[in-house]
């Protein structure tokens, strides 16, 4: 649905890092970037377009 409304633009997302493989099965990548919010590991995450 998103790639309908925006076309074929980079999704990010701050993923919690303990589902980093979860995402990744969509097609997600790292950027490597780990953050705390409220006190759990994040990690900022790209879905490039098509």
């Known amino acids: 649905m998103t790639r309908f409304l925006f ?5 990010k997302i701050g993923a919690q890092s303990y589902l980093l493989h979860f995402y990744e099965g969509f097609g997600f990548q790292s950027t490597g970037e780990q953050y705390l ?14």
Do not use: Q
Request: hydrophobic share 35%.
């Open 37 to 50: 919010e409220d006190g759990i590991p994040h990690t900022k995450m790209v879905l490039e377009g098509v």
């Open 7 to 11: 076309g074929n633009l980079p999704i």
